[in-house]
C-alpha cells in the first residue's frame, strides 16, 4: 500500500471500539482510525470531519441507525459511496449473513473479531474482494 | 324354439306314422276280407235267383216264363241255363249248346257236382267262374247259374279301381286334418312355453292368454300367469327396497364424507344437521352436545325455526331428563317412536308441533358419549329399522368427524405454542449468542493483546494465565456456536452455503495445522495421507471443515501417545476422509450415545471437556449435504471416523442453493 488507509469504525459498544482501536493502531500500526459511539448524526459528523475513509467497519445492532440504515445512507452520498463498507457483527448465523450480503456490504467480521486474520482481511478487502469471515 | 325338438313337430310326426300304418293294414288285411264278403254275397245271391228259378220251372204256371228268363237273358251279363240229369244243356240262350254235353265246357269235378247235388254253389280258385245250381226233381233238371269271373269279380274292380285313390286321398286328409289338430292343441303349451322362455328372460310382466286354452291347459295357464305375477311382484318390491336403501346409503355417505373433511367441530354439527334434514327429507334434526362434567346435553345446532328459537333459548336437558335424546344418552342406545301420541317416553317440544316421529340416535367414539342426533318427522311409522341402522352409522361417523375436529383444535392450539415455542428459542439464541459474543470479543482479544507484550512487559506466569483466559473465551465460543448449530438442526432450519470446486486437500491442510497445536504438549504424531488427483466436490466449505476439525480434535484430545492419520481418498462418486487414532477407543455401547446431543461416552466425560455436541452436529452436516458419518472402533487400539460425501450437487439430501462466490476463512 502506497499511502495508509483511512478507517472509520462506528460502535456503540466500548470495549468493542477499544478491541479494534488496539489491533488497528498497536498491533497493526495503523493511525488513520476514527470511531463514533453510535450511529446518530452520521453524515454530518462525517462532512464535519471531512472524513474520506477508505474503509468503514460498521456495528449492526446500533441506534438510532443500524448498520444497514448507514449502509444506504453511505451507497447513496456521492463522496462515499465509493469507500468499502464492512458489518462488524457478532450476529453470525447464516441468514444474518444472507441479509448482509444482501444489503450490498463488502464484507463482514465476527465479533469476537479474529486477530491473526485482520490484516489479511484488510489488505483483500482494500484490493476490492468481498471477505465474509464469520466462522 | 329349436324345430328338432319341437313338441308340436313330434306329435304330428308320430301321428302321421299312425296313419300309414292303419292305412296299410286296411289295404292288407280289410280289403280281402271286404273283397271276399262281396263275392260271397254275389254267389249268394245267385244262389237265391237259381233257387227262385228252379222253383219256377218245377211249376207249370211259371215254367213257361222261367223258360222265357234263360232264353232270352243278356249273353253278357249272368249266363244261365239248364242241364238234364245226364249232364246235356236242355235249356241254353245259346241254341247251339242244346243237347251238348256240360263236360265241354267245364271240367269233369263242376259236372259231377252239380250232377250229384240237390243244390249248391260252387267257387273254385282253378276254376274262375263262381257257379250255383240247384235241381228240379220233378223234371229231372238242374238249373245252373254260372258267374263270369268278371262279373263275380265286378265289386272287386270297383272296389280296386277307387279304393287306392280314396285310401290315399282318405290318408292325406287324415294327416292334414290330424296335424291340423295337433298343431292346434300343441299351440297353447307353445304359447305357454314362450312364455316361460320370456319370463326366463327377464320380461316378468309376460301373461298367457288363458280364454283359448281347454280345462287342463287353463290351470296350467293360470297357475303361471299366478306364479308370474308374484314373481314380478317379489322381483320389482326387491328391487325398490334395494333402491331404497342404497339412496339412504347414499345420503349417508354422502353427509359423512363432507363432515369428515370438516376441521371446525361447530362447523361439522352445523353440516350434518342441515343435510340430514334435508337429504333425508325430515321435520326437524338437532344435535345436542354431551357436556360430561356438567352431565347435560346443550343443543349445539336445530335446523328451521325451531332450532334457531332452541338455540337462541339455550336448549338443553340434563341427563335425567324426560325424552326421547336424554334416555338415548342415558342407554347409549338408539331410541326410535314412530308415533309419538302412543310413547310415554316422547316429550312434546312446543316448538315442534307437527312431530309424529322421532329418532333419537347416541353419538359414540370408542364407548364415549359426544352427543345425541335426533330426527323428527311429520308422519307416523317415519324410521323403518334400515333407517335406524343408516343413522347409528351416521351418528358414528359424526361422533368421529366431531372429535377429529376437537382434536385438530387441540393440534391446532398446540401447534401454535410449538411454533411459539421454537420461535422463542430461536429468538433466545439468536440474541443469546449476540450478546455472549459480543463480551467474547473483550476477553479473547483483550487476553491476546497483553499476552502478547504488545501493551507492556508481562512475566510467563501472566501469559500462561492470559492464554488459558484466551483459551476458554474460545471453548465458550465454540460452545455458543454448537448450541446455535444443534438448534437449526433439529429444528430443520440449517441454512447450507452450497459452492462448487471445494479443494478437500487445502482444508485439510488447515484443519491438520490446527491438530498440531492441539498435540503441541503430546508425543503423539500426527499425519496426512492426501490421495493424489482428488477431484473437488460441491458443498458447504465452512461445514466441511468443522466436520473434519471436530473429528481431528477429538482425535487429539483423545490420544496421549502414539499417532493420529488422517486420509483423504475417493471411493466411487464420494470422497471418503478418516480420522485414525490410537486412542482409548470407544466401546460398542458408546457407539449410538456418541451421536446424541449433550451425551459423552465415560471416557469424553472423564476427559471433561466438550459440550457433547461436535459429533452429533458433525453426523447432521455430514447427512444434510448427502454424506455419511460413521466409526470403526476397538477399545485398547483405537478408533477410526470416516466421513464420506458425495462429489456432486444431485446427490445433495437438502440442496439449499444459496450464492456462492463466498469465501469463509478461519
Known sequence: ?135 | MKVRNSLALKVTLWFLLLAFLSGAFMVVFVRRAVLEALRVQTISQSADYTHQLALALADSESQQAAENIILHQNLDHQRLFVVSENGRYILHPDITKVNHLLLQDYPSKVVNEILGNAQGSLDVASFSNAVTYEAVPSRGLVVVSVIPEAEANQAIAYFEGQSYIQIFTALFIMAIVGGAATWITILPIRQLTKAVQEIGEGKLETRVEIEDLDAELEILGMSFNRMAEQLQQLFYGLEDRVAERVRDLTLAAQVSRQITTELDAARVVAHVAALTASVFELYHVSIFLHDEADQILKLSQGTGKAGEEMAAGGKQFNIRDRGLVPLSARTQEAIVSNDVAQDANYFQNPLLLETRSELAVPMLFQGNLIGVLDLQAEQINRFTADDIKIMVTLAEQVAIAITNARLFEELQVALKHAERANQVKSTFLASMSHELRTPLNAIINFSQFISSAMLGPVNDEQIALLQKLTASGKHLLSLINDVLDISKIESDSLQLFIEEGINLAEELDTVVASGHALLKDKEVELQSRIGTNLPPIAGDKRRIRQIMLNLVSNACKFTDSGQITVSLSQQGHEILFSVTDTGPGIAPKDHEIIFETFRQSETGIRHGEGSGLGLPISKRLAEIQGGRLWLESEVGKGTTFYVALPLGLSELAQPTLLEGGSSHEH
Open chain 1, 1 to 135: 500500500m502506497n499511502t495508509e488507509p483511512v478507517f472509520l469504525y462506528v460502535e456503540d459498544d466500548e470495549f468493542s471500539r477499544t478491541v479494534m482501536e488496539l489491533l488497528l493502531t498497536r498491533a497493526l500500526g495503523f493511525t488513520q482510525l476514527t470511531m463514533f459511539e453510535d450511529s446518530s448524526n452520521f453524515l454530518k459528523k462525517m462532512e464535519a470531519l471531512s472524513l474520506k475513509p477508505d474503509l468503514i467497519f460498521l456495528d449492526i445492532h446500533m441506534k438510532p441507525d443500524d448498520g444497514f440504515a448507514l449502509l444506504t445512507l453511505l451507497r447513496s452520498h456521492e463522496s462515499y459511496c465509493k469507500a468499502k463498507v464492512v458489518a462488524v457483527t457478532a450476529s453470525v448465523m447464516n441468514e444474518e449473513v444472507e441479509l448482509l450480503k444482501e444489503a450490498g456490504f463488502d464484507g463482514a467480521l465476527a465479533k469476537p473479531l479474529d486477530i491473526g486474520f485482520c490484516s489479511e482481511f484488510i489488505k483483500r478487502t482494500i484490493n476490492g474482494e468481498r471477505v465474509w469471515h464469520i466462522g
